[in-house]
C-alpha cells in the first residue's frame, strides 16, 4: 500500500512540474508577444521567384493584422554576400542594430554562421509551433550534417528532381550514367545551372554520389589529403559530359530558372529543381506547359530542409520568433506546401496535427507534374557542407574558362 502511495505522489509532483512549466512557457511566450507589437523584421531571403516573393507579401500582411509586426522582405540574389555582411558587422564591433532579423538559409552558410557565433538561439525548439515538426527527418536536426541545435527554425523541405516535357521526350534519363548516354544522343539539349548557382553545385554532388564509391565520406568533413582521391570519379564523368552540353559545356544556364525557360522554348530537354512542386506550380502559373513532368534518379536524390535563422545583432529578436513562429503554423504551412501559391512541401508532420488542419493538407491539388511519396523514391543525405566550396573552387578551377 505504501508503495502504491508512493507512486501516486510521484505521477501527482511529476503533473503538477508539467503544468507549472507549460504555464511559464505560455506565459514567456505571451511576454515575448508583447515585445514583438511594433517591431520591424527585415527578412533577408533569395528573391528570384515572384511566388515565393508573394507567398512573403501574404504572410506579411498575417503578422501585421496578428501581431502589429512590420515584415520588410530584402530581397538578395545571394545568400552567402548577407552571412559576409553580417560577419563584418561582428568585425566592426556592432553587436546591436544589425541590418539583418531573418534571414532564409541553409548548408554552408549555416556553416559559416554557426562556426563564427553569428547566429541568436537557440530558439527554435521553444517556438509553440514546433511541436508539429517531423522530427524524424535526419535534414531537420542535421544541416548539411552540422547539428542544428535549435539555431534555426525549419521552413521548408525539398529533393532534387528532374523536369522534362513528356511532348518531346518520350522516356528520360534515370542515372547519371543513362543522362550521359542521353546527351550524347542528343547533343546541345542538356545542361546544368553554373555553379555556384545552388542547382549547379548540387548537380555536382548528385553526380558525385552516383559515381563515386565510397558515398558516406561524404558525410564527413572535407579533407584536402583525399580530395583528389574521393572526387577523381566526378571529374570524369564530367569530363565525358561536357563536350555533349548545350554550347559543348563551355557556357551554362545562370540558374534552374533560365533552364526552365530553356525547356518551355525547347531549346533544353531537361531541367533541374529542388521543388518536387515546381514543375505543377509553373504550370498553373502558364510559366511551362502542362506536358512537363517530373522525375528522380533510381538511386534516388539529394534532400534537404531550408530554415530561417536569426542573427546574434538582430535588434528584432522577438518578432523574428514571432515570425518564424507564424510560418511554422499548420496554416502557413500548407499554404506554402500549396502549388497554387508556391508548392514548398511542409516540414510538419501530419499525424501530430488536428483533424482540422489534417484536412487543409489533404485539400491541396499537387497537381499532373508532382511525383506520389512513393514515386519520389530513395533520398540521398547532403554531404557535409565543408565539400561544398572545395567542390565548387575544382569546378571553376578545370571548367570556369
Known sequence: MRGMWRRCLSLLVMLVTLCAAISVQAEDWNTLLKHARGETVYFNAWGGSPRVNDYIGWAAAEVKSRYGINLKLVKVADTSAVVGRILAEKAAGREKQGSV???????????????????????????????????????????????????????????LVFLYDSARVEQPPHSMEALLAFAREHPGRVSYPLPPAFLGTTF?????????????????PYDEADFSEVTAPLWDYLDQLHPYLWH?????????????????????????????????????????????RTYVHDKG?????????????????????????FLLSPEAQARK?????????????????????????QAIQ?????????????????????????????WQRRYGH
Open 337 to 361: 506546401e500549396d502549388p497554387s501559391f508556391w508548392g514548398d512541401p511542409t516540414v510538419l508532420d501530419l499525424k501530430l496535427l488536428s483533424a482540422e488542419d489534417q484536412a487543409r493538407f
Open 101 to 159: 532579423d531573418l534571414l532564409w538559409v541553409n548548408g554552408e552558410n549555416f556553416r559559416t554562421l554557426k562556426q563564427n557565433g553569428l547566429l541568436f538561439g537557440p530558439f527554435s525548439t521553444s517556438l509553440p509551433n514546433y511541436e508539429w515538426v517531423d522530427r524524424s527527418k535526419p535534414s531537420v536536426s542535421h544541416d548539411f550534417a552540422i547539428p542544428v541545435e535549435g539555431m534555426e527554425s525549419p521552413w521548408g523541405m525539398a529533393q
Open 366 to 394: 499537387h497537381g499532373s507534374a508532382t511525383l506520389t511519396a512513393e514515386e519520389m523514391g530513395h533520398v540521398l543525405a547532403e554531404p557535409h557542407a565543408s565539400w561544398v566550396p572545395a567542390l565548387e573552387q575544382e
Open 301 to 325: 536524390t539529394l534532400a534537404n530542409t531550408h530554415f530561417l535563422a536569426i542573427p546574434f545583432n538582430s535588434n528584432h529578436k522577438a518578432a523574428a520568433q514571432v515570425v518564424a513562429n
Open 204 to 220: 555536382l554532388k548528385q553526380a558525385l554520389l552516383e559515381t563515386m564509391k565510397r558515398p558516406m565520406r561524404l558525410l564527413q
Open 248 to 292: 559543348q559545356g563551355k557556357d551554362f544556364p545562370a540558374s534552374a530558372e533560365v533552364m526552365n525557360h530553356m525547356l518551355d522554348s525547347g531549346e533544353l530537354l531537361l531541367s533541374i529543381s529542388f521543388n518536387p512542386n515546381e514543375a505543377s506550380a509553373a504550370i498553373l502559373a502558364g510559366q511551362l506547359p502542362g506536358s512537363v
